[in-house]
Nanobody, 113 residues
Framework: QVQLVESGGGLVQAGGSLRLSCAVS????????MEWHRQGPGKQRELVAR???????TYADSVKGRFAISRENFRNIMYLQMNGLKPEDTAVYYC???????WGQGTQVTVYS
């Protein structure tokens, strides 16, 4: 059974940085596109970034130039480097695989001004 486990969230001042990790087990990580989503308080869950098997990357307009998604296939880990954080980035961040239709448990990111 595929498992996705996020880590790296926390409390950070506006303008700061965090790096989220998503560790995947139980499946062929290198064969699947992976995504980061987030859900802020009172908001719908939204796609933040996606990285394809071919390395093709897309970002939500709200995070372009600030966030960077990457993956290490030999370690079965995906990352989200978040720089220039803003209070509106406060959310629970989830990793997701469309192929497995599997979500992680989420990691809380809170940005204060």
């Amino acid at each position: 059974q595929v498992q996705l486990v996020e880590s790296g969230g926390g409390l950070v001042q506006a303008g700061g940085s965090l790096r989220l990790s998503c560790a995947v087990s139980g499946g062929r990580f290198e064969m699947n596109a992976m995504e980061w989503h987030r859900q802020g308080p009172g908001k719908q869950r939204e796609l933040v970034a996606r990285i394809g098997v071919d390395g093709l990357i897309t970002y939500a307009d709200s995070v372009k130039g600030r966030f960077a998604i990457s993956r290490e296939n030999f370690r079965n880990i995906m990352y989200l480097q978040m720089n220039g954080l803003k209070p509106e980035d406060t959310a629970v961040y989830y990793c997701y695989s469309q192929f497995w239709d599997a979500w992680g448990q989420g990691t809380q990111v809170t940005v204060y001004s």
